[in-house]
Nanobody, 120 residues
Framework: VQLQASGGGLVQAGDSLTLSCAAS????????MAWFRQTPGKEREFVAS????????YVDDSVQGRFSISRNRAKNTVYLQMNSLMPEDSAVYYC??????????????WGPGTLVTVSS
């Protein structure tokens, strides 16, 4: 699976931003798609995930109520809607994919990441 994330940029605190992840290369019916983020010196952390073929989705407690994940099967694209952004949301956001299993770990396919910077 090839993944390409886009949509990052510089925004102000309180703004909204939507990240997109275009997937190609394989049929995704048995996959879990996810977003992670990473800041310098820290571990990459789970943000949200969604089953490609089902309805199950998860959002980390740290962004619950502000972020949501969705997918468009026709476009082979997964989205991360980010609302009420805060400076601590600044990070490089990565799209990831894996065969079904734990939503928070074990991802084998990664995109190159897109930078989100939230100014105060």
């Amino acid at each position: 699976v090839q993944l390409q994330a886009s949509g990052g940029g510089l925004v102000q605190a309180g703004d909204s931003l939507t990240l997109s992840c275009a997937a190609s290369g394989r049929t995704l019916s048995n996959y879990v798609m996810a977003w992670f983020r990473q800041t310098p010196g820290k571990e990459r952390e789970f943000v949200a995930s969604i089953l490609w073929s089902g309805s199950a989705s998860y959002v980390d407690d740290s962004v619950q109520g502000r972020f949501s994940i969705s997918r468009n099967r026709a476009k082979n694209t997964v989205y991360l809607q980010m609302n009420s952004l805060m400076p601590e949301d600044s990070a490089v956001y990565y799209c990831a994919a894996k065969i079904r299993g734990s939503h928070r770990s074990g991802y084998g396919f990664w995109g190159p990441g897109t930078l989100v910077t939230v100014s105060s």
